[in-house]
């Protein structure tokens, strides 16, 4: 079945001033900068320009997130070498997770702007979700929450083994 698309032009004003209301940069009360210069126990990987941390409030176990340490919610404004670390972190997240839980497979994504689903968007951040097969039911789409069936100290143990052995064989 085809989509309609139903344009409507004159709606770009609102969008427009919409745009200009959407956040801060204000880095001391960002939980990643914190977690960056604190040493915060999510994470679980500290590169030279970037790291890996637990996401506090997981869609499911092992949710981590893949985060360059400038403060920015723009691509284009990370340095050239936390864009390359980041995707490096990216795939070790990846084989650490695949050892570490088994899952079937990955959502990974980036959410920009609040509209997109960010909860910080001041800080970008690449999300990296393991999925198993049935992990969805009716809970998030009809009481907006979401089961874990593992803690996250438990998570942090598993994935932080797995990790320091795959960035070793990369050279991170
Ligand atoms: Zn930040």
Not at 15 to 38: M, P, Q, R, V
Not at 140 to 161: A, H, Q, R, T, W
Request: one cysteine or more.
């Amino acid at each position: 079945m085809t989509r309609k698309i139903i344009w409507a032009p004159w709606r770009i004003e609102y969008i427009e001033k919409a745009k200009e209301s959407l956040g801060t940069d204000k880095k001391d009360e960002c939980f990643l900068c914190t977690a960056w210069y604190n040493d915060d126990e999510l994470v679980v990987y500290k590169a030279q320009n970037s790291f890996i941390i637990m996401n506090r409030y997981p869609y499911n176990p092992g949710h981590v997130m893949v985060c360059p340490k400038t403060h920015t919610r723009y691509l284009e404004n990370i340095p050239e070498e936390e864009k390359i670390e980041m995707w490096k972190l990216l795939e070790v997240s990846i084989k650490a997770l695949t050892s570490a839980i088994k899952p079937h497979g990955f959502n990974v994504g980036i959410n920009i702007g609040r509209i997109a689903g960010a909860g910080l968007e001041d800080h970008l951040h690449i999300h990296v979700v393991p999925r198993w097969a049935g992990d969805t039911n009716f809970m998030p789409i009809c009481g907006n929450s979401k089961i874990v069936v593992e803690d996250l100290k438990s998570s942090i143990i598993k994935i932080k083994s797995y990790l320091q052995e795959i960035v070793k064989e990369l050279k991170i």
